[in-house]
């Protein structure tokens, strides 16, 4: 309870600071009855996404970064000895970039991911997103931030298998006071965009790997997150599911104007970012803009 008095008096006057429109979206899903817009419950997600797009335009304007990491160093102890994986990481991502993390297998991708959504502490150094310094939040507060800020998608969907595809997708919504039937609702408006609701009602494991990720993009946009990220999404997937999931990310990017972060060491796939980042031993070899 007072971790959660404390993280409301650190975000208040920063969300404020940084965007006064933000608390309309984050009251999207707020559980809390007086600040909410009850209206949204209804809402669908396209007219979610259309209320975003004047937001995300404005932040866009301002061209602040949306994630800022500073300084980032994180070892892990590998029997006796201090490994150093990620070593004086400085990034900045801004709204509506498409940023591809490219690198060979080792190389601290997945740490560096890891850290943004706060899965990782960094050994030293700060991650910001969207102002709020998240580097010292408690796990319990780094859980309710992933679940608003990210929609996160792995390499390999990790379903609760005694749960249908709807309920799955809608499952991260169950922690909020949205009532089940709108819940759903959202869920088959995603399943539907994402061109799986016929397996709606089916189990994940009776969908093939390219429809389970689909359905696993739709879970990751349940909550409406401006910031997407992902893990080698297409590790598992031919080259024909594949292509259907990276272009999915570009409608993402291009028309949902989300953030979308993806690390990958498969450079096809370079073309559909707007900035690629290239890593080598824990290290950031350029940060070159190619719009
Ligand atoms: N929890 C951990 N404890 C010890 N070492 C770790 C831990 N997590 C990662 N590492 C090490 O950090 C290095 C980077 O791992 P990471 O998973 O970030 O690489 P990657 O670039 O994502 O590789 P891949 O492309 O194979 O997924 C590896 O050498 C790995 O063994
Ligand atoms: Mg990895």
Not at 69 to 86: H, T, Y
């Amino acid at each position: 309870m007072e971790e959660e008095q404390k993280a409301e008096s650190i975000e208040k006057p920063e969300e404020k600071k940084v965007l006064v429109d933000d608390t309309k979206k984050d009251n999207t899903f707020n559980s809390n009855k007086e600040e909410k817009e009850p209206s949204d419950e209804s809402k669908t997600i396209d007219e979610l996404v259309a209320k975003d797009q004047q937001i995300i335009s404005t932040d866009s304007r301002f061209k602040k970064p949306i994630i800022k990491i500073e300084g980032v160093n994180k070892s892990f102890k590998v029997g006796n000895e201090w490994v150093k994986i990620l070593k004086d990481i400085n990034l900045e991502i801004y709204p509506r970039e498409f940023v591809v993390i490219l690198g060979p297998s080792g190389c601290g991708k997945s740490t560096l991911l890891n850290t943004i959504i706060g899965l990782e502490k960094p050994s030293t150094g700060k991650v910001t997103v969207r102002g709020h310094d998240i580097t010292n939040y408690t796990l319990d507060q780094l859980s309710q931030f992933r679940l608003k800020k990210y929609g996160v998608v792995y390499q390999k969907p990790d379903w609760i298998k005694s749960l249908s595809v709807i309920e799955n997708v809608a499952l991260p919504l169950a922690i909020t006071d949205i009532p089940k039937k709108y819940r759903h609702n959202r869920a088959i408006d995603l399943l539907r965009k994402l061109k799986i609701d016929h397996r709606a009602y089916y189990a994940p494991s009776e969908l093939s790997g390219g429809q389970q990720q689909r359905a696993t993009i739709a879970r990751a946009l349940i909550n409406n997150p401006w910031i997407i990220v992902s893990d080698e999404p297409t590790g598992n997937l031919d080259s024909e599911s594949a292509a259907v999931v990276m272009d999915i990310f570009r409608g993402l990017n291009e028309d949902s104007k989300r953030t979308i972060i993806m690390v990958t060491h498969n450079i096809d796939y370079v073309h559909y970012a707007t900035r690629t980042v290239y890593m080598r031993d824990g290290e950031i070899l350029n940060k070159k803009i190619n719009i």
